[in-house]
C-alpha cells in the first residue's frame, strides 16, 4: 500500500480546505423542474452537493438521459423525505432546486409546481445514518445505498494562526459559552455551525461527545427585514468563515467534498484552500493529530482510507423499492451512478466521480466501520481502486508507488492485478 507522511501534528490543527461552486443563477427565469428530461428530485444534505453535481453530469449525458433534481435541505430532511409517499416542499427559501445540463458545471435553477405542495422526492440523501437523528424507523420498502465515504472536519480561515484542534479542544469549543472553554475560539459569534438536521453536524457531535442539541455558536440568520432566523447550509458556514473579520476567534464546520472544492471569487473560480484551512484533528485517545490528507497539499485522503482521521462515514442515497429495485429505471440509474454499482467501465467512472467530488470510493478504502462512527477494521475490497483514485484525486499520471497497465500481464510482485489502468494488490 503506498503510504506518505502522516503528517501527525500536537494539539490541533493544520492547512487545506475548499468548497464547491456555491453561487447559483437566479430563478427569476427558470424552468418548471417538472419539464426536464426524466427528472429525479434528490433531496438532503447539503454537504453532498459537489458529488451529486458529478453524478448529475454524467446522467445528463446517458442514455437515456436522466436530470437530477438537487434540494439541499440537510440530512434528516432528507431521510424523512422517504418515510411516506408525501409531498416534500423546500424548508426555506434559501432550498433553490437545482440541476446541471450536460457539461454544465455551475447547472441551473429550477421551479417546483406553484401549487405550494411540493413534490414527491425519489432520493433522500444523508451524511449519518437514518438511525443517528433518533426519528421512527423507516419503512422497509426504502432501501440504504451507501454512497462513497465523506470526511467530516473542523475549518478556520487561511488568516487564522490556528492548524489543528484535539477533541478535547472541539469539546469545549463547541460545548460551552464565551470564555467557558479555554480555547483559542472563545467568541460564541465567531463559530459558524449547521442545524440539528445536519449530518455534518450529527456526525462531529458524535465525535466529539457534544450533542447536536448542546452546541454553542451560530447556526443561522435573520435576513434583513425578516423575522425568522434561516439555517445555515454549508455554504452558507463556508461563507461565513471565509469573510470573517477576526480570523482567530473563527471556527467552522464542513464535510470535505465542500471544503476540498472550488469556490467563486470576484468572478473566478478558485480553490477554497485559498481562503480556508482544515484542522487537523486529533481524537480522543490519540497522541496527536491527523489532516484527512496525507498533507496540506494533497487530497488524496490517505489519512481517511487508512483509518488515522476519525470522522467519516459514507454517503446514504436512500430510495423506496419495489421487489427490492429502485421504483422506476431513472432512480435505479441515478443510484447505479451515485454508489458506483455497474461494470468495469461504470466503476471506474464512478471512481473518477468521487475523487473529483473529494469524496473516496470503497475499493479505496483499506479500513471500514458498520456503525456511525463505529470501530475500525482492517479491509482490503474485492477489486481495489487505490492508485486510479489517487491519480484522478491529486492529479498525478503515476502516483508514487503506482504502476500503469493494460492488463494483469503488465503487472507483478505485491500488486499483480490490473484494476482500472493500474496495478492493485487485488
Known sequence: MRMKSLNCMKHASVLAAVALPILVASAAHAAPCADLTNPVYVYGSTASRPFVAQAALSLAKAEPPVSIVYIGAGSQNGVNALASD???????????PHYWPANNTAGLDC???????????????SDAFDTSFGDAPLPNTVKDYFG??????????????????????????????????????????????????????????????????????????????GTSCTSFGSGDVLNKVINSSEPDKTIGILSTDVADGNITVSGSSVSARTKLRILAYQHYGQ??????????????????????????GPLHFFARTSDGEPENEHIGAAIQVLT????????AAFVDLAAKGHVVPDCAMRVRRETE???LSSYMPAR????????????????????????????SGDKPVCNYGFCEVR
Not at 86 to 96: D, I, M, T, Y
Open 287 to 312: 497522541s496527536c493529530g491527523y489532516l484527512p490528507d496525507s498533507t496540506s497539499t494533497s487530497y488524496d485522503k490517505q489519512n481517511v482510507r487508512d483509518g488515522h482521521y476519525e470522522i467519516w
Open 86 to 96: 408525501a409531498k416534500v416542499a423546500p424548508p426555506s427559501s434559501a432550498s433553490v
Open 148 to 225: 462513497p465515504i465523506q470526511a467530516m472536519t473542523f475549518v478556520v480561515p487561511t488568516a487564522s494562526s490556528q492548524t489543528s484542534i484535539s477533541a478535547e479542544a472541539a469539546y469545549l469549543t463547541w460545548g460551552f459559552d464565551e470564555g467557558g472553554g479555554e480555547t483559542p475560539w472563545d467568541v460564541t459569534a465567531f463559530r459558524y455551525h449547521r442545524s440539528n438536521t445536519s449530518g455534518t453536524k450529527v456526525l462531529i457531535a458524535k465525535a466529539i461527545n457534544v450533542p447536536v442539541a448542546k452546541w454553542k455558536g451560530v447556526n443561522c440568520e435573520t435576513p434583513t427585514g
Open 340 to 347: 458506483g454499482e455497474g461494470n468495469d467501465e461504470e466503476r
Open 373 to 375: 462512527l463505529g470501530p
Open 111 to 125: 421551479e417546483l409546481p406553484t401549487d405550494g405542495q411540493g413534490v414527491r422526492i425519489d432520493i433522500g440523501v
Open 384 to 411: 481495489s481502486c487505490e492508485c486510479r483514485f489517487i491519480a484522478q484525486a491529486t492529479g498525478e499520471a503515476s502516483p508514487e508507488g503506482c504502476t500503469k497497465c493494460d492488463d494483469s500481464s503488465d503487472c
